[in-house]
């Protein structure tokens, strides 16, 4: 009897570990009872073509960083993603036409990036990417509607949120793997490196987290390193565009609310 309850006990951990899995994969395969088809965050064409695409994403500029990000850039001849933070573009708008002008792609990062007046409620929320928006019009005359909740949509995002903010074309790119510099930015350039580059074999199209706010010197050293990567590795380096497959965490099956959530 007892070597029977210790095989259902086994059983029964087995299961659970792989609920827990399942529930906090990262990447972006959805749970799909949540979403109807057609929204789900899944690359179909680029993963059928078998393509190798990774998308280098900077969150939290611009910054006086942001122009030697764009330097490497340049001088690897890659495309990236910059996700602004609105109330930062002031006294920095010749950073932002130069990512426009320079074929990099802008995403939309909040205003404020307060946690507490951004995860407020659903309308603060919205309202701090339309104002992120409009300063970025200002400063370019270009606009996007590609956005990234701060901390990325994981226990944010419910089908009532992704519904309105489709209503304002809005799009959301979380990630799938990072160096770890927004946790934190004194991390050195090899940790960073090992971070960016660990779980390479693992996804064919990959949305790489980093940041270019002004203690996150060390990105910058590690950047070079981390692109030779990639490029060694055969992927393509792309920016994310409105046209890009729209790609989030998974909804969660529970219910939160939005601002309990966030704080």
Known sequence: MKSILRLILCA??????????????????????????????????????GEKIIYLTFDDGPSILTSRILD???EQDVKAT?????????????VVKRINNEGHSMGLHTYSHNFKKIYRNKSSFINEMVDCQVEIVRATGSSTNVIRFPR???????????NQLHDYNFKIYDWNMET????????????????????????????????CDYMHKNTCKALPRIIMYYKEQGYEFKAITEETPELYFPISRKTFNFFKAAL
């Not at 972006?28 to 064409?45: A, G, M, R, T, Y």
């Not at 910059?82 to 010749?94: H, K, M, V």
């Not at 949509?153 to 009532?160: D, F, Q, T, V």
């Open 180 to 211: 770890k510099d927004g946790l934190n930015p004194k991390l050195s350039p090899d940790k960073l490196y090992r971070e960016a580059t660990k779980r390479c074999e693992q996804s064919s199209n990959i949305i790489l987290l980093m940041h």
């Open 72 to 74: 490497i850039l340049k």
């Open 82 to 94: 910059f996700f602004l933070i609105g109330n930062q573009i002031n006294g920095f708008e010749d």
């Open 152 to 162: 990325g949509s994981r226990r944010l995002l419910s089908n009532e949120l992704l």
């Open 12 to 49: 029964s951990s087995v299961l659970y570990l792989m609920f827990l899995f399942n529930e906090n994969v990262q990447g972006f395969e959805v749970n799909k009872s949540s979403l109807p088809d057609e929204q789900l965050c899944i690359q179909h064409n680029e993963i059928e073509k």
